[in-house]
């Protein structure tokens, strides 16, 4: 099925007072570009967010956003430094004894003091973590695949009806071949005949001319070709896998092949043909760059 590069997605699970979210976004790119921006404390776990959606997305720029609450009764303690807090009180007593101040040494003041007190969590269990976390990512993976192949289809469609235009356009070169030549022997007969009358002429170089020139315009083997090419276009908006750089190689083909077919035809009809295709392999160019 056909994916747009492009598409948003959103995640999230609870368990035990702990909650993550995880927001990815995908835009078009020629590769496939992990971003992760994640709490600092759980950075241990990037790597398995990054593999995760790496197997999700083949192709486009990923930009992962992950958030983190700990809202459980245990989530944080408050701890004292024992040997700071007595090293504060016994530097107190001494100003206190040198200095012959009244002693107002009290909890509150100590407490007031750098590094006494101080905030600390838990250690984390790192499996029960990642359990949660890739809940969540694989919820917001489902959202982003969903919008990609939605957009994906559409994509899809409008590629089809442009391939069956060309294909179209082509059918009429193909008709149009033919006549090339034998309206260049019309017309070289017809010129021939104005000079009959002031000179003689060989009929083995007009038969020369015509054989080199019908040899000079011969599009059938590209007519050929681009044929082939849009059979392979076909069959690739049909895998099941991505095709984006398969459809950037057909394009390129198929180009190749009606520039060729514009430059050989010496023909009016054929290059407005071919004027045509063109402006329509440059609209699927530009669609392809944003599929999967």
């Not at 992950?66 to 701890?79: C, M, R």
Request: proline share 2%.
């Amino acid at each position: 099925m056909i994916r747009s590069m492009t598409g948003f997605g959103r995640g999230e699970s609870q368990n035990d007072g702990k909650e993550f979210f995880v927001e990815i976004k995908t835009v078009n790119h020629r590769y496939s570009d992990v971003f992760i921006k994640m709490p600092r404390h759980i950075s241990f776990l990037e790597d398995k967010v990054r593999d995760v959606v790496s197997r999700s997305i083949s192709r486009g720029k990923a930009d992962v956003y992950i958030s983190y609450e700990d809202l459980g009764d245990n989530a944080k303690t408050v701890v004292f430094d024992k040997a700071l807090s007595k090293a504060y009180i016994d530097a107190l007593k001494s100003l206190r004894d040198s200095s012959g101040l009244n002693d107002d040494i009290s909890v509150s003041l100590i407490a007031r003091f750098p590094d006494v007190l101080r905030v600390e969590k838990p250690e984390e269990d790192a499996d029960k973590l990642w359990e949660m976390l890739s809940e969540a990512v694989k919820n917001a993976l489902n959202a982003l695949v969903s919008m990609r192949e939605k957009e994906g289809q559409q994509l899809q469609k409008s590629l089809m009806e442009k391939t069956e235009y060309i294909e179209e356009l082509l059918k009429k070169i193909a008709l149009r071949a033919p006549n090339v030549v034998t309206e260049y022997k019309q017309k070289l007969e017809a010129r021939i005949k104005e000079l009959l009358d002031q000179q003689t002429v060989d009929e083995s170089r007009i038969a020369v001319e015509i054989a080199l020139f019908a040899d000079r315009c011969s599009i059938d083997e590209e007519i050929v070709r681009l044929g082939s090419h849009i059979g392979q276009l076909r069959e690739a908006l049909d895998m099941k896998q991505p095709v984006g750089r398969k459809l950037d190689f057909i394009m390129q083909e198929m180009n190749r092949e009606v520039n060729t077919i514009g430059s050989k035809a010496n023909d009016l009809t054929i290059t407005r043909h071919v004027v045509d295709i063109k402006s329509e392999l440059e609209k699927i160019r530009e669609q392809v760059q944003n599929i999967e």
